[in-house]
């Protein structure tokens, strides 16, 4: 069944755990994007949806592979529409946009990367969709980018890390942006560095006091097969030094000698790459992800956080079917990498991993938990329809402001390997749910 329209959603009312007592939750349609891939709609995205105060921005692939830029005034503004000349190679789904405003309103455009050079662009004025032409950033390392991810600091400068060479072989570059000299200078040129062995995928946040935390699987190869241990680092100035969760400081570039380790987990496990953080009010870093355990068949959606000085893992323990993850490119997988999202009530702690999964009929989902240490999950539906191989992005700094989760959806259809599907045209949504709302 193909998601034709945003009128198809109908929505679950209730949760049955006391802070998520009441499900309210609405769809916004913008237009219409290309679905032939998961190429609008993988988790990695960072964002697909980013907001400056009330305004919101967002971002997609047309049916014609053209970025398509809108905004709107939070909460319930009309969209504005502008398509962009830009284009980007739509048949393989590494090649995303992301976006994100900067502290002045200026909005950062990066699309149509898979180890080539640099396409990065920004507006011409504060809250604008009308976008300079193609600019560098520093010059330097360009020429071989992919995954590149925009972050923004309280400050309003930004962070821009992206991979630079391949799959197996590639090393993170950290460049950050200043909104007073409008400049971009490179930090590190190989943070993680895979001693030409490996590679780091890697999936980072920021918190509330400026920090930033990086966690990230080791991959030996180009076979998502080869993904193993789950590390971390953080850093307290901006990324210019970075730390270990007990505070000590590494020496740069971090590898897989010197990383700090959060678990050791085998290849072949079906470990899965480039998942999602969050960082809560004080600073503590959740890391959602799956795989499966030695003698177990099934991978499971795990959260790992860092509590009291010591790390924490929970098996969420409710899915009930095998797979197996091997090969390269992008795989079409039966379900979908998870973001998490944080936050507190009298009962402590919580927490909410959205996701998609075959074996709930490939809606959107959330597991969540009232009081984290307690390690009781309740899994809902956030719609009735399917939406295909859709994988979850949100507004991170919206969250951050209102606590309020916009969730960028749209159905699209991934073969396996960089297969291109037969799917016309298919509704760009945003999905609002606030679980805090009682």
């Not at 190989?190 to 699987?217: F, M, P």
Request: charged share 20%; net charge positive.
């Amino acid at each position: 069944m193909r998601l034709i329209s945003f009128l198809s959603f109908v929505f679950c009312t209730a949760f049955a755990s006391s802070a998520l007592a009441q499900l309210k939750s609405t769809v916004i349609s913008p237009g219409t994007g290309w679905a032939n891939n998961s190429i609008n709609t993988v988790v990695f995205r960072k964002n697909s949806l980013a907001s400056f105060g009330n305004i919101q921005f967002i971002a997609w692939y047309n049916n014609e592979g053209y970025v398509v830029l809108g905004k709107r005034r939070l909460p319930a503004g009309k969209w504005q529409l502008k398509t962009t000349p830009y284009k980007g190679n739509t048949a393989d789904a590494h090649n995303t946009i992301s976006i994100m405003a900067d502290g002045d309103g200026f909005l950062h455009l990066a699309w149509d990367h898979h180890n080539n050079a640099l396409r990065y662009c920004k507006s011409v004025a504060p809250g604008s969709l009308q976008m300079s032409d193609k600019l560098p950033m520093t010059g330097l390392l360009e020429e071989r980018v992919t995954y590149p991810e925009f972050h923004r600091l309280p400050n309003g400068n930004l962070i821009f890390l992206y991979r630079d060479g391949q799959s197996g072989q590639g090393n993170l570059v950290i460049n950050r942006y200043d909104i007073h000299t409008k400049q971009w200078k490179q930090l590190h040129n190989n943070l993680i560095d895979g001693e030409n062995q490996r590679n780091a995928y890697w999936q980072a946040c920021t918190d509330k006091s400026g920090g930033l935390h990086v966690s990230w699987v080791w991959r030996e190869s180009g076979d998502v097969a080869s993904n193993h241990d789950l590390c971390y680092a953080k850093s307290e100035d901006g990324g210019e030094t970075w730390l270990k969760s007990n505070g000590e400081k590494y020496q740069l570039p971090i590898n897989a000698s010197t990383a700090e380790y959060i678990c050791h987990i085998p290849q072949k496990s079906e470990l899965i790459n480039q998942t999602s953080m969050y960082a809560d009010e004080e600073g503590h870093p959740f890391i959602a992800s799956y795989w499966r355990t030695e003698g177990d068949s099934i991978p499971q959606y795990r959260v790992a956080y860092l509590l009291n000085h010591a790390w924490q893992l929970q098996n969420l323990a409710f899915r009930k079917t095998p797979f197996t993850l091997s090969g390269g490119g992008t795989k079409r997988i039966p379900i979908s990498r998870p973001q998490i999202v944080c936050w507190k009530d009298k009962s402590g702690i919580c927490a909410a991993v959205i996701f998609r999964d075959e074996e709930r009929g490939n809606k959107v989902s959330v597991a969540s938990c009232n009081g984290i240490g307690q390690n009781k999950w309740i899994v809902k539906d956030l719609t009735a329809s399917p939406v295909g191989s859709w994988e979850p992005s949100y507004d991170t700094e919206w969250w951050k402001q209102k606590k309020a989760l916009h969730l960028f959806v749209q159905y699209t259809e991934q073969k396996d390997a960089e297969g291109k599907a037969d799917v016309p045209a298919q509704p760009v949504q945003v999905l609002e749910w606030n679980p805090l709302k009682k």
